[in-house]
């Protein structure tokens, strides 16, 4: 019995495979209503999230951008012994010159590694951190090396909070306003050190 059964299925199942007749009107509707149902909303959920994923890596970009600018200032500063800072011209917001006016001569102390200074020469020399236009877009160079970066800091300042001249003693603060030609926004970004 149970034999008869399975060869009556089996030979269901042949005529059904080796049938070409094809599919009906309601089988070739009821698929072209649930792919209409599913492909925009599957398209619309990976174009969004292809464009939310650029967003946010453009955003990192200029993010690391500030981050590099603002490190590498910082390794020229720490490189660079200056006595003061003074401000490139009080309409120019985007410059700022670190000035050493003295050089401090040293020499070993007892023979130990304890150093003492010898004598003061006075000299005045200059560096200078200013926004530079290169190929069309703003870039921070420190005394004449471009930090070089895919955005763009047009717009961006550099300022000092000391009401003295020469200034000793300040905070610099710069504020980067960057932004990147595939990215419409402008990122805002401050950093502040005092020295």
Request: glycine share 4%.
């Amino acid at each position: 019995m149970i034999e008869n059964i399975a060869r009556r299925s089996m030979e269901k199942l042949k005529v059904k495979i080796f049938d070409n007749k094809g599919i009906t009107l309601i089988e070739l509707l009821v698929t072209l209503t649930i792919s209409a149902i599913l492909l925009p909303v599957t398209y619309g959920a990976l174009i969004t999230g292809y464009k939310v994923y650029e967003k946010v890596s453009i955003d990192a970009q200029l993010r690391e951008d500030a981050d590099y600018v603002s490190s590498m200032v910082m390794k020229h500063l720490y490189s660079y012994p200056f006595d003061s800072i003074e401000e490139c011209t009080p309409d120019h917001s985007g410059c700022i010159k670190f000035v050493n006016d003295t050089e401090k001569n040293v020499s070993s102390y007892s023979g130990k590694s304890f150093y003492e200074v010898k004598n003061e020469d006075v000299l005045h020399d200059e560096q200078k951190l200013e926004l530079v236009n290169i190929d069309g877009k703003e870039q921070w160079s420190f005394n004449g090396e471009i930090l070089d970066t895919s955005s763009d800091f047009s717009g961006s300042t550099i300022s000092t909070s000391c009401s003295t001249n020469p200034c000793k003693d300040a905070m610099i603060q710069m504020t980067y306003k960057v932004s990147h030609p595939k990215f419409s926004k402008t990122l805002q970004l401050e950093s502040r050190f005092g020295f």
